[in-house]
């Protein structure tokens, strides 16, 4: 070790924040740095020269310990580097230092070049430090690391939060997973308010990890209007503020009512600490969400607040696109619905249809279907779909189902040909390109039987269901409307249809999915129809749709004619 003053060595030593001192290989000091005078109070010229073991080292006692005990000086002996948290040594002041230390020993080359712990022990050199200090140092690190995965397990569930409440497009149940997910990471309690027409407020989410359900389930509802002028902190929020903290007990209340109806909230709560952000997104506030305390000493600091506003502010949002969603979508449906017509109910012959959307709320669909009584005293029944889902679509089936209705009426004439005819006029006045559609007749004849006649272009084969359970799909169909393929042919079908059966007419949203097989959606759709067969009309077509579970990837239109007995 090369103990000349001024040497990179020593300003090395100098500048470390730990005590170090190096010996010879007798034990006496022959370098000492100011961290160890820091330490220790002795300078440079006090120590060395001078037994490191009998000058600095004692026991438990305040005592010298022998030689043959100090691990310190034992790494002279055997040259294995040693380090420990409580030697105590002696301050030149007499009180004792307890020092967290490490050694290691200091090796003389006999040659150029070789290894140096091929040669002998020359000296050990000791780094040390205040245990106190190293605590603290230890405790800084530790909080550090703390804060850091707090930070961290907050991102996460920041993360998680988004995640789950981006599945849904339902209000009700967005906000009741919100809560859910916030506690008790984020505190002991949750509750939703939401602003509603005409400045009322609703309670409409609320949890607390003690609390049980039947207790939450009374704490929502509706709540005071929101004042005009906010005076309490839930108003000032609803009405536009930013996140406030809150004391649950000592705060000054306000005398209007809603801030009373928060005050009794928090007296159920037991809050001690409260924070209440607003859902908001583009420039308008949906309501508020308010965390909370029940625990003493427990407050929600600036870090907290700004996870809380960041959870809020996402929340708002999805609770905007939620929103959106069910306007585009009650849009979309009741205009869909004001395109499809009102159903006669000829004598005795009874009618149902539904409609069911798709729940891709931009899917306005092609699909239609129609009644209507005939010149001759026939009934008219008409189920299609016209090819796309939008509101060009849309625009496109009332051209064609108003086409088809006057073709209907005018042309006397088996329905293989109105559907030809169709072709025609399609090209000429609509841009309608490819449909789907079945068209029928259906009429009572002088012997008292029903008649059931029909064309089928290119569409799924409508479903007889007799009383007694028997299922027959007329299967006779033919090419597309507007299929350029000159060859194809539509042939009409003719079927009796016995009493109190029922003639089912749907769109292929019924029957057609990604993930099955056609014929077994078929198949399941023949399976209930017998087993519903005995049903109230009505009744038989909600149930059925109940049962066979349409995917929802595209529209369903259903018509069913019941015969009579």
């Known amino acids: ?334 205009m869909q619905r004001n395109l499809l017509t009102p159903l006669p109910q000829p004598g005795d012959l009874r009618l149902e249809a539904r409609y069911v959307p798709a729940t891709q709320v931009s899917w306005v669909g092609g699909d239609w279907y129609d009644a209507f009584t005939l010149p001759d005293g026939a009934t008219g029944l008409v189920i299609g779909d016209i090819e796309g889902h939008d509101l060009p679509a849309a625009a496109r089936m009332a051209q064609v189902r108003n086409m088809l209705r006057a073709l209907a009426w005018d042309m006397a004439e088996p329905p293989s040909r109105v559907l030809a005819r169709l072709d025609g006029v399609m090209a000429a006045v609509s841009d309608a390109e490819l449909a789907t559609a079945v068209f029928g007749r259906v009429e009572e004849h002088p012997d008292g039987r029903w008649h059931l006649r029909w064309c089928n272009a290119g569409h799924p084969p409508p479903l007889l269901i007799t009383c007694d359970g028997g299922t027959h799909f007329l299967e006779e169909h033919g090419i597309l409307l507007g299929d350029p393929d000159l060859s194809g042919t539509r042939p009409d079908g003719t079927r009796v249809l016995p009493p109190s059966s029922t003639l089912l007419l749907y769109t292929d949203g019924l029957v057609e999915t990604r993930d099955s097989d056609l014929s077994d959606r078929l198949t399941s759709l023949r399976r209930h129809g017998s087993h519903l067969a005995q049903l109230p009309l009505p009744d038989l077509c909600d149930r059925l749709l109940e049962r066979v579970e349409p995917s929802g990837e595209d529209d369903v239109a259903l018509l069913a004619v019941r015969i009579p007995d």
């Open 1 to 334: 070790m090369d103990d000349r003053p001024g040497t990179i060595h020593d300003r090395l030593v100098e500048a470390m924040n730990s005590g170090v001192l190096a010996t010879d290989e007798s034990g006496r000091i022959t370098a000492w740095n100011p961290r160890a005078q820091q330490l220790l109070g002795y300078t440079r010229d006090e120590v060395l020269g001078r037994p490191m073991h009998r000058l600095l080292h004692r026991d438990a006692d305040g005592h010298v310990p022998p030689e043959r005990d100090c691990r310190l000086l034992n790494v002279l002996r055997t040259g294995v580097p040693d380090h420990g948290d409580d030697q105590r040594f002696a301050h030149r002041d007499g009180r004792m230092v307890v020092c967290s230390w490490s050694s290691a020993p200091i090796y003389t080359g006999d040659q150029a070049g070789t290894p140096p712990e091929t040669g002998a022990v020359a000296g050990l050199v000791i780094v040390f430090q205040d245990a106190a200090d190293r605590a603290a140092v230890e405790r800084e690190r530790r909080d550090r690391m703390a804060q850091v995965q707090r930070a961290n397990s907050r991102l996460r569930l920041v993360a998680e939060i988004t995640t789950v409440l981006a599945s849904t497009l339902n209000e009700e149940e967005l906000l009741r997973r919100l809560v859910r997910l916030v506690v008790p990471a984020l505190g002991d309690w949750a509750e939703v308010d939401l602003l509603v027409p005409d400045g009322r407020v609703e309670r409409v989410a609320a949890t607390h990890h003690e609390l049980s359900a039947a207790d939450i389930a009374g704490l929502e509802g509706p709540l005071p209007p929101l004042p005009r002028i906010p005076r309490g902190p839930l108003a000032q929020v609803l009405r536009g503020g930013g996140a406030l903290v809150v004391s649950g007990k000592g705060d000054a209340r306000s005398d209007e009512p809603l801030d009373a109806a928060q005050h009794e909230l928090f007296e159920i709560m037991d809050a001690q600490n409260a924070i209440i952000a607003p859902l908001a997104a583009r420039g308008e506030t949906y309501g508020a969400l308010t965390l909370g305390y029940s625990r003493p000493g427990q407050v929600y600091g600036p870090g907290d607040r700004l996870v809380v506003e960041d959870v809020a502010r996402r929340t708002g949002l999805v609770l905007a696109n939620a929103r959106l969603y069910a306007e585009q979508r009650n849009t979309a449906e009741a």
